[in-house]
């Protein structure tokens, strides 16, 4: 059964565990296509590389559908995403691994603030800060 955390359990300075993402190409594909974004570059190979890409990579839907999972799957079913506040970097190709970290850096009120990043191979292809809130 999933649980979620409490304001008691959550201290400033807490480190989340890494979650590491295998980016399939049906990964790639599948969620571009579930976001709804036919760009040739989310799910055509030849395509991707005449345009100067490896290989097909994450939509940035998919990426901050994944910032969110991270940060809930930590927290809890009945936790809540007040904001997410993400900049992107590298591209994250399939056939790469996307392996999340994080860390609480601030709690005001009911709402704690993590810190995020989500790497590959090629650098940081996500950094950022989620806002959340959870149940009292």
Known sequence: MMRTLTGEQIEIGMVLPELSISITPTLVVST????????????????????????????????????????????????????????????????????????VIARKGEEFTVEVRGKVSLGSHATGSVVLSLPS
Do not use: C
């Not at 989310?42 to 991707?48: F, K, L, P, S, T």
């Not at 990579?57 to 927290?75: C, H, K, P, Q, S």
């Open 32 to 103: 571009a296509i579930a976001t709804m974004d036919f760009t040739p570059v989310h799910h055509d190979v030849e395509i991707a590389r005449a345009q100067g890409s490896q290989d097909i990579f994450l939509n940035i839907l998919t990426t901050m559908g994944l910032v969110e999972r991270y940060v809930t799957d930590w927290a809890g079913p009945e936790a809540v995403i007040r904001r997410i506040n993400v900049k992107l970097g590298v591209p994250a190709y399939a056939g790469d691994l996307l392996a999340f970290t994080g860390a």
